[in-house]
């Protein structure tokens, strides 16, 4: 006899079809990428730069650097320097708040031939592009327009600060409904005619036998898929086997009968699993009209591309 999925999950797998529109990516940033400028001199506290494991972060120079160094380059999965460009893919092992040092090396006999940057791990803050220039603009402002830039640059800090408190409050509260790394889900849509009731949603498990596992450390211990009305989803209940390695779902695919794929939403999941962990896979569907009629396939890959899992005979309720 198959499991009942945890009530929350089943409500948030059939929410991330009805979320998807209008709803923003975590970790977009404005538009405009901020400037670090090295001067003649190195700096007495090296400027920040503020990473995400959920983020690449590019990395623009005036004057292309001949090579770049990162302290620890085991928590990042890319390090890539192209002439005037570099790029950093953290890993998803960094912790908020953790400190990393990126030191930059020129020789081009201008200005110092060696700065030191800070790569401050901050998932709210964390930026997608940054230009870093050896040659400061000139600035000509009286004292006047100092005083007015200095009082509203600690306005914009204080209400900076009071927004992020916000944030860490509102995701302390709505825990149960959201997920931190992956996606926000809202829940209003879903309950303007009153409470949820169990007959308002069809569930079906499915058999697990036909999934494969190519030399990977996944083991799928059962499955699920939900319809209400238009929305549809995919859960998968799945358990890390491995003994040291941890693992990260990537994308996903599902294919109908005749090869076609069907639109599918953002993989989500409650965490990365550790050695030995078990945890549930939400994957969110966006049929058009009767399109999950049938027996579909799903295949599943891992947060480097790798395929982990293919799962057959899939059928909606």
């Known amino acids: 006899m198959s499991r009942a999925p945890p009530l929350p999950l089943l409500v948030l797998s059939l929410l991330l079809a009805a979320s998807a529109a ?3 990516a975590v970790g ?3 538009e405009g990428a901020r400037v670090i400028e090295l001067g003649a001199e190195p700096a007495r506290q090296p400027p920040e730069l503020r990473i995400s494991p959920t983020l690449s972060t590019v990395v623009l120079f005036d004057t292309p650097p001949t090579s770049v160094e990162v302290k620890e380059p ?3 999965r890319r390090v890539r320097l192209a002439g005037d460009t570099l790029t950093l893919v953290p890993s998803a092992g960094l912790t908020e708040g953790a400190r990393l040092t990126l030191t930059l090396h020129f020789q081009d006999g201008q200005m110092q031939e060696r700065a030191v940057l800070t790569l401050l791990v901050d998932e709210d803050a964390a930026e997608r592009e940054v230009e870093v220039r050896r040659r400061p603009r000139p600035r000509e402002r009286d004292p006047m327009q100092l005083e007015d830039l200095h009082e509203e640059n600690q306005q914009l800090r204080q209400a900076l600060e009071a927004l992020r408190e916000e944030n ?3 995701r302390q509260d709505m825990g149960p409904l959201f997920s931190a790394r992956d996606c926000s889900v809202g829940l209003g849509g879903l309950f303007t005619n009153g409470p949820l009731k169990k007959a308002d949603l069809a569930v079906r498990p499915l058999a697990t036998r036909n999934i494969s596992l190519p030399e990977q450390p996944i083991e799928v211990r059962a499955a ?3 319809r209400l009305g238009s929305q549809a989803a995919l859960l998968l209940e799945l358990e890390n086997t491995s003994s040291a390695q941890s693992w990260q779902a990537g994308g996903a695919r599902l294919e109908s009968p005749e090869g076609a794929n069907v639109k599918t939403l953002d993989v989500w ?3 990365n699993l550790g050695p030995g962990e078990r945890g549930h896979l939400v994957l969110g569907v966006e049929p058009r009209g009767n399109e ?3 027996s579909f396939t799903l295949k599943l890959q891992d947060s480097e591309g790798g395929q982990t899992v293919t799962l057959r005979d899939v059928v909606f309720p």
């Open 292 to 294: 999950l009629r049938g």
């Open 28 to 30: 977009k940033r404005g």
């Open 168 to 170: 860490r409050r509102l």
């Open 74 to 76: 085991r928590h990042f």
């Open 22 to 24: 209008g709803q923003s």
């Open 269 to 271: 999941m409650e965490a």
């Open 224 to 226: 699920w898929t939900y």
